[in-house]
């Protein structure tokens, strides 16, 4: 088992930056796919970018491609998410998961998950 606590989400304005981090703790970090996926009010959870056990291969959402970066430190056991340009529609709770598999769009592909931050962009 995996246990995730995201954290850096807050409130910025639109145009600016955050960076969201994702801790891990349990069995050996390298061994898991991770994704994003964000769920905003009255919306169902999506998929908004994956990267692979050896963080070379990563898949975007078409929403935030250009936009924002998923990286891994294995060796830290943090997921990363750098949110750049941010707009209004991206305000949600985001979540990050881990995978036994490899990271996929759906959130059923995912067996661990993360309580979730707030991520609130103002216009």
């Known amino acids: 088992q995996v246990q995730l606590v995201e954290s850096g989400g807050g409130l910025v304005q639109a145009g600016g930056s955050l960076r969201l981090s994702c801790a891990a703790s349990?069995?050996?970090?390298?061994?898991?796919?991770l994704g994003w996926f964000r769920q905003a009010p009255g919306r169902e959870r999506d998929f908004v970018a994956g990267i692979s056990r050896s963080g070379t291969s990563t898949y975007y959402a078409d929403s935030v491609k250009g936009r924002f970066t998923i990286s891994r430190d294995n060796a830290k056991n943090t997921v990363f998410l750098q949110m750049n340009s941010l707009k209004p529609e991206d305000t949600a709770v985001y979540y990050c998961a881990a995978s036994n598999n490899y990271y996929d769009s759906s959130p059923t592909a995912y067996d661990y998950w993360g309580q979730g931050t707030q991520v609130t962009v103002s216009s």
């Open positions: 349990g069995r050996t970090f390298s061994n898991y796919a």
